[in-house]
T-cell receptor, first 110, second 117 residues
Framework: GQNIDQPTEMTATEGAIVQINCTYQ??????LFWYQQHAGEAPTFLSY????GLEEKGRFSSFLSRSKGYSYLLLKELQMKDSASYLC???????????FGTGTRLKVLA | KAGVTQTPRYLIKTRGQQVTLSCSPI?????VSWYQQTPGQGLQFLFE???????NKGNFPGRFSGRQFSNSRSEMNVSTLELGDSALYLC????????????????FGPGTRLTVL
């Protein structure tokens, strides 16, 4: 079957670092995306990984290990505005479609 | 470049009615995917249209249907509404279809919040 797992909720303090994990089992793999979604808003793109390793973009980094079916999103120097849901999604090949995890709701506390 | 637009933004219907939602993709994008988002289920894939053809379909009943026009605009229709259909319906456009082998980011619209009473 095809499945994506993420923690449901995480809490962290302003200025800290938080790592959100995502594990996946899919019949094909063509890339992994991370999206941020604030309450009541549409998801917005954060990062894309297709090869193993770390992709860094400002305060946000994303890591992928294809052999382990594992990714994480690392958020540094947390700000209150980072309070949002973070969605992990996998894109496959052929007729495979995007599969989204249920998202991790991150609360950043002052 | 204008983003993905969806109309209407909010909709209230009663059980048994039908509803049509509209999505206009980013100019030049040929793929439109539809998702249902509920608090407990997250984003659930409904279907994808590419060049007016349905390419993929999720596990939703036949009450959910869609189509895409030659200008890539897409509509989604839900007939015989049920209370459980209350959700945020998101559409996303991308340059290539979801079957593409190259980087293919999806851009989401603001969604239509459907409430079924």
């Amino acid at each position: 079957g095809q499945n994506i797992d993420q923690p449901t909720e995480m809490t962290a303090t302003e200025g800290a670092i938080v790592q959100i994990n995502c594990t996946y089992q899919t019949s094909g793999f063509n890339g992994l995306f991370w999206y941020q979604q604030h309450a009541g808003e549409a998801p917005t793109f954060l990062s894309y990984n297709v090869l193993d390793g770390l992709e860094e973009k400002g305060r946000f980094s994303s890591f992928l290990s294809r052999s382990k079916g594992y990714s994480y999103l690392l958020l540094k120097e947390l700000q209150m505005k980072d309070s949002a849901s973070y969605l992990c999604a996998v894109s496959g090949s052929g007729t495979y479609k995007y599969i989204f995890g249920t998202g991790t709701r991150l609360k950043v506390l002052a | 470049k204008a983003g993905v637009t969806q109309t209407p933004r909010y909709l209230i219907k009663t059980r048994g009615q039908q509803v049509t939602l509209s999505c206009s993709p980013i100019s030049g994008h040929r793929s439109v995917s539809w998702y249902q988002q509920t608090p407990g289920q997250g984003l659930q894939f409904l279907f994808e249209y590419f060049s007016e053809t349905q390419r993929n379909k999720g596990n939703f009943p036949g009450r959910f249907s869609g189509r895409q026009f030659s200008n890539s605009r897409s509509e989604m229709n839900v007939s015989t509404l049920e209370l459980g259909d209350s959700a945020l319906y998101l559409c996303a456009s991308s340059l290539y279809g979801t079957s593409a082998s190259s980087y293919n980011e999806q851009f989401f619209g603001p969604g239509t919040r459907l409430t079924v009473l």
